[in-house]
Nanobody, 123 residues
């Protein structure tokens, strides 16, 4: 499975962005998909995850109530709708796929990664 993240950009605090993760090849609907983010000098941070069917999701406390993850297995897409953005949401966002048995896939090894898309939230 190849993943490509897109949709990042510059937005003012309080604004919204919708990130997309497009998959190609492989059996996309066998994988849980997770969004991570990372800023320079910091460790990669879990943001949100969605299970293989789209029936379950999980969020970091810092984004709960503001971000929504969804997927369309027919189109091999995963989305991250980000509302009420804050300057601290500024980061490079990555999507990743894991075939981990359980969900949420905490501690999972990830099989595939997208290239990242930069989100910048100005104050």
């Amino acid at each position: 499975v190849q993943l490509q993240a897109s949709g990042g950009g510059l937005v003012q605090a309080g604004g919204s962005l919708k990130l997309s993760c497009a998959a190609s090849g492989g059996a996309f609907n066998r994988y849980h998909i997770t969004w991570f983010r990372q800023t320079p000098g910091k460790e990669r941070e879990f943001v949100a995850a969605i299970n293989w069917s789209g029936g379950r999701d999980d969020y970091a406390n810092s984004v709960k109530g503001r971000f929504t993850i969804s997927r369309d297995n027919a189109d091999k897409m995963v989305y991250l709708q980000m509302n009420s953005l804050k300057p601290e949401d500024t980061a490079v966002y990555y999507c990743a796929a894991t075939a981990h048995i359980t969900f949420p896939p905490y501690g999972a090894e990830y099989d595939f990664w997208g290239q990242g898309t930069l989100v910048t939230v100005s104050s």
